[in-house]
């Protein structure tokens, strides 16, 4: 077994600065990890975990940033790229995730929240509608339009 302690070629400072960092990454991790269990709904509970995972990653990422260029193994740019990668797509994927929720609810009649755009109808859809599927909207001249719904 070896005696050598992982960062005893750091100074004091980086130390504390690293392991502050680490320890408030995993902090806003587990704070994120309380708001999915607290809160109740679908709606509530996308946000908890879309802001804190970003948020936590990137004073993770900062820490091993300043890890490996104070121990002198140079610039990592891996730990760059994984937190630009998830700054990039987390939000992405809670915006699609958020709007096929909000879709799939307002198709089920369930009280969620209104739409701002009259391209997407707020009420469920009729048996007959199922059906058929969408039906065009029609413009005020009375002709169909393609690729809107009537709202």
């Given amino acids: ?34 708001g999915l269990v607290r809160l109740k709904s679908y709606f509530e509970r996308v946000h908890a975990p879309s802001i804190i995972a970003t948020m936590g990653c990137w004073l993770i990422m900062h820490a091993t940033w300043i890890y490996f260029s104070v121990s002198g193994q140079g610039f990592v740019m891996h730990s760059v790229l994984i937190a630009i990668f998830i700054a990039v797509t987390v939000p992405i994927t809670t915006i699609f995730l958020m709007r096929a929720a909000l879709f799939r609810g307002r ?3 369930e009280s969620v ?10 009420e469920p859809q009729e048996a007959s509608e199922m059906a058929e599927g ?13 690729g809107t719904v009537k709202a």
Avoid at 134 to 146: H, L, N, R
């Fill in 113 to 122: 929240p209104l739409t701002l755009s009259n391209l997407v109808r707020n």
């Fill in 107 to 109: 198709r089920a009649g």
């Fill in 134 to 146: 969408a039906k065009p909207a029609e413009t005020p001249d009375g002709a169909a339009s393609e």
């Fill in 1 to 34: 077994m070896s005696t050598d302690v992982m960062g005893a070629d750091l100074p004091l400072w980086a130390q504390v600065l690293v392991a502050a960092l680490v320890l408030a990454g995993a902090l806003i991790a587990l704070l994120g990890s309380l």
